[in-house]
């Protein structure tokens, strides 16, 4: 099994441009997050999602677009990207809100210039 | 709301000493907690975690983390630490009644172990 996969793993991008961050798992997880990694800041939530067609928002949304029409994909995307976007995004799963351990991608490091 | 504080950015130990890495958490309600370790350009990885039960938790690779309710807090403990536990290593918090599995990180502690 491949897990939780991301793409790209790299990405530089010009203030005012858009994009999209990839994120797919195989394990039928039900639960789907969107977290941004800032330097002695911790993990931050941006996005989730409890199932197909159902997300919210998490601790830090504005500037973030997501959608799940798929049990395996949960893209993230920047409409106009600003240099305080720029940062590590990991996308994780889990199955059931019951079990709580999270299954990381590798991440995704993203630039804004 | 629910927070986590790890009050150390870095900790040292020499290999073979005991380690602990500190967490305390605040929720309304009864918390699960969490330890993940995160190496170099990777994600996050699962250690442990504490849902209910007995109070010291075993986990992945030697690491061991005990639940102190009355101080709020889940230390990470190792007996005798390795040159490759060198990680940043992260501690989570859920609160139990919150629906959406929504874990909140704390800023995270990097640990040195030297030779």
């Known amino acids: 099994n491949a897990g939780v996969t991301q793409t790209p793993k790299f990405r530089i991008l010009k203030i005012g441009q858009s994009m999209t961050l990839q994120c797919t798992q195989d394990m039928n997880h039900n639960y789907m997050y969107w977290y941004r990694q800032d330097p002695g800041m911790g993990l931050k939530l941006i996005y989730y999602s409890v199932g197909a067609g159902i997300t919210d928002k998490g601790e830090v949304p504005n500037g973030y677009n997501v959608s799940r029409s798929t049990t395996e994909d949960f893209p993230l995307r920047l409409e106009l990207a600003a240099p305080s976007q720029t940062s590590v995004y990991f996308c994780?799963?889990?199955?059931?809100?019951?079990?709580?351990?999270?299954?990381f991608g590798e991440g995704s490091r993203l630039t804004v210039l | 709301a629910q927070s986590v504080a790890q009050p150390e950015d870095q900790v040292n130990v020499a290999e073979g000493n005991p380690l602990t890495v500190k967490c305390t958490y605040s929720v309304s309600g009864n918390p699960y907690l969490f330890w993940y370790v995160q190496y170099p350009n990777r994600g996050l990885q699962f250690l442990l975690k504490?849902?209910?039960?007995?109070?010291l938790v075993k986990g992945s690779y030697g690491f061991e983390a005990e639940f102190n309710k009355s101080q709020t807090s889940f230390h990470l403990k190792k007996p005798s630490a390795l040159v490759s536990d060198s990680a940043l290593y992260f501690c989570a918090v859920r609160d139990m009644g919150a629906a959406g599995n929504k874990l909140t990180f704390g800023g995270g502690t990097r640990v040195l172990v030297k030779p």
């Open positions: 994780a799963s889990t199955l059931t809100e019951n079990t709580g351990e999270l299954f």
């Open positions: 504490y849902i209910t039960g007995d109070n």
